[in-house]
Structures are given as structure tokens and as C-alpha cells.
């Protein structure tokens, strides 16, 4: 299943959006235009749908309630609107799905956030429609305080797009989290975004799927890392930890082995890329994958999404992926089939859109996504920072 569309009303930064979703989305915007905003509304459906510790209410306790939601420019209509069409890219499948859910408050008692429309379209057919043809929600208002996507026994006829928003990953690793874990010692955050749970998630695997992984992992790694030979998994025999361990050439004969605590940030953070590429099949959400990174590895990450997917697609089903990123490396080599967003901040919020038609010949013309659209992104009077005393 992919995304093929995605609409928003006041959303976060955004008062309306309407854009288009490829099998790889590079979205790119000025600092606090919002691009997390962006993509923390895919995160927002995963929490919806997942069956246990998610649903609506959780959703949207984790975001600080439908305040913070709520577009700062929404003025008259102060309903927030999700809407997303799919289709099924399974073989000999040709399947097409609509997922439409808007919120809004309470007018009068408790200010409970309630469900104003949740739809769901299969193939064109109506599967659901609340509360307005359902009789049960207007006799019963509590019922609203939930949708249905997150119910077992409500979402029987739509279950794969449940479970597709549950399998969602998002990943923004931060390399200390790993480096520092003993003495952090702080609790994992649900679904591991900043991927401090990674040795955990790599142990759950079976370990032939995981040998085959990490034989891919350790294959770039030989590539990308100076004096780099071998990458091994392993338990402690004493504490019952799993970690990573790597050799480098030495000028001892056996080398010299070190564990995930003693790896560079640039080097944990592409075993985190390199393994959430390869970990399920739901969309994947990276957040700035450039950081911490050389160019030269840089430059080649969005081949590296390239081969994954193309691999997969030998598969039941294709991967679909968005990045955001800042990087003019990056995105000199993304290919010309890429879905392209860019954000723009505005008065009255940010706006997204793909290139314009100049922006496109510009492109067919031999320039890249980061000559053309990057440039756009930059604040205004930025070359005057120097100048602050």
C-alpha cells in the first residue's frame, strides 16, 4: 500500500494543503516552516491506529491536546481535517483506499475533542461514514471521542489500512542516546524515534533475517568507513545486553573490535539508516538523514533508498518513504522520478507545493532539485547574520 495523496486543513503550520505522494518524497522548507509538522502527521495516524497504547485520545494527549494542533491561522473554520487517498501495489491487486478524519471541540460542557467526519472509501464504495449516518454516534456523544480505525471490532472491513498506518517508522537517531545509553539510562520513548532502542530491535529479529540484514549493513559500511572489515551481534555473557560490535584493521593481526558506545556519530547513524531501509514494510519517515554524515555518504543516500525499494519490489509490496532535508549534497543526487515538495512560509502559514512548471524545465534543463528549489528555502537577509554585534 502507498500513499498517493495527502489533504490537510490547519494542521500545525498549515492552514490548507492539497499535494501529490510518490514511492520517494523529498520534502525541503526553511527552519520552522514544517517539515516535522509535515511529517508528524503520519505519526499522528500511526498512534490513531495502533491497537495497543494508541488511539485518538492518546494521539492527541502526545501532541499536548487539539490546541497545539490547531493551526495558529485557522480564524473561522477551526475544524482540523486529515485526508489521505492510497493504493494497493500488491500484484494482480488493483485496490484504492480513502481515509478522511477531522476533529473538532466541544462547543459547550466538557470541551471534549470529538469526531466531526471520519470516511472511509474502498475502491469508491463507502465503508464508513460518522457520525452523520451513523445513529448510534448522535444518540451517543462519548462514542466520538474514538474512532473507529482504532477499534478491532469496528474496523473489520478496512483492517489493512489500520494496519498499514500502525506499521508507519519514523527515525531521527541521535547517536548519544546509543553512545550514552549506560549512563543515560532513560526510558525508550514509544516506537523508538530517535532510535535509542536500536540493539533491542535488532535482537527481536529472528537471527537468520537479522544475519542477512546486517551482512548488507556491514557490505556499505566496508565502503564508507575508513578501515572498517567486519560487523558482528553479539550478548554480553554477563550482563545479557546485545550489542554491536565492528573490527578495523590494525596493525595487530587480529584487528581491533569495538562496541556501538566507541562507534563514530556518522557511523551509528548510518547503521540506523542503513537498518530502518530494511526493517518492514509500512511508509517510512526520515527526519534530516544527512546529519552527522560525510558528504561523500551523503551524496549517495538517495541511491542507497533507490536500491532498497527496487529490491523490495520483488517482494509482495514496494516501500514507500519521505524524507525532509536541508542538504544541498543530498539532493544534487536524487533521481528524476522523486516526488519533490517544497515548503513555504507565509503570512498566513506555511504553503507545500511540487516544482512549478519553470521549476520543472529548469530541472529537464540539467539543473538539480538543490540548484533550483533549495535557494527558495533560504531565509530572507540571512547574509546579514554576520553582522550581529
Do not use: C
Amino acid at each position: 500500500m502507498q500513499i498517493t495523496r495527502l489533504k490537510l486543513k490547519n494542521w500545525r503550520n498549515f492552514r490548507e494543503v492539497d499535494v501529490p505522494l510518490g514511492p520517494r518524497n523529498y520534502v525541503m522548507g526553511a527552519n520552522a516552516s514544517g517539515k516535522s509538522n509535515l511529517l508528524d502527521v503520519f505519526r499522528f495516524l500511526r498512534t490513531l491506529a495502533q491497537t495497543e497504547g494508541g488511539g485518538l485520545q492518546k494521539a492527541l494527549k502526545d501532541r499536548g491536546g487539539l490546541t497545539k494542533l490547531r493551526s495558529l491561522h485557522a480564524r473561522r473554520d477551526p475544524e482540523v481535517r486529515i485526508e489521505v487517498e492510497l493504493i494497493d501495489d500488491t500484484p494482480d491487486i488493483e485496490e484504492q483506499w480513502r481515509y478522511v478524519l477531522a476533529l473538532k471541540t466541544e462547543g459547550k460542557g466538557q470541551q471534549r475533542v470529538l469526531v466531526s467526519e471520519e470516511r472511509v472509501e474502498h475502491n469508491g464504495k463507502a465503508l464508513l461514514d460518522r457520525p452523520s449516518n451513523n445513529r448510534e454516534d448522535l444518540d451517543d456523544p462519548e462514542r466520538l471521542t474514538q474512532t473507529h480505525l482504532e477499534q478491532i471490532g469496528s474496523n473489520s472491513s478496512f483492517r489493512s489500512l489500520a494496519e498499514y498506518f500502525a506499521a508507519t517508522t519514523y527515525l531521527h537517531l541521535v547517536p548519544q542516546l546509543l553512545t550514552h545509553g549506560d549512563e543515560i539510562a532513560a526510558r525508550i520513548p514509544e516506537n523508538d524515534p530517535f532510535g535509542q532502542g536500536l540493539m533491542q530491535r535488532i535482537a527481536k529479529v529472528s537471527k537468520k533475517v537479522r544475519d542477512a540484514r546486517l551482512r548488507r549493513i556491514q557490505q556499505t559500511l566496508a565502503k564508507a568507513v575508513p578501515l572498517f572489515s567486519d560487523l558482528r551481534f553479539e550478548q554480553d555473557a554477563i550482563s545479557g545486553m546485545w550489542h554491536l560490535e565492528a573490527n578495523f584493521t590494525h596493525w595487530r593481526v587480529n584487528g581491533a573490535w569495538q562496541r556501538e558506545n566507541q562507534f563514530s556519530d556518522g557511523t551509528l547513524r548510518l547503521i540506523g539508516l542503513l537498518w530502518a531501509l530494511q526493517e518492514g514494510d509500512g511508509l517510512l519517515l526520515l527526519e534530516e538523514p544527512e546529519l552527522s554524515l560525510n558528504d561523500g555518504i551523503v551524496s549517495h543516500v538517495p541511491l542507497l533508498i533507490d536500491r532498497v525499494l527496487r529490491d523490495r519490489k520483488k517482494r509482495v509490496s514496494s516501500r514507500q518513504v519521505i524524507v525532509s532535508t536541508h542538504s544541498e549534497t543530498l539532493l544534487h543526487n536524487v533521481s528524476g522520478d522523486a516526488n519533490l515538495l517544497l515548503i513555504e512560509p507565509g503570512a498566513n502559514g506555511s504553503t507545500i507545493r511540487p516544482p512549478n512548471r519553470e521549476e520543472i524545465e529548469q530541472t529537464l534543463h540539467g539543473l538539480s532539485p538543490a540548484e533550483v528549489l533549495l535557494p527558495k528555502t533560504r531565509p530572507q537577509n540571512v547574509e546579514q547574520l554576520g553582522l550581529w554585534a
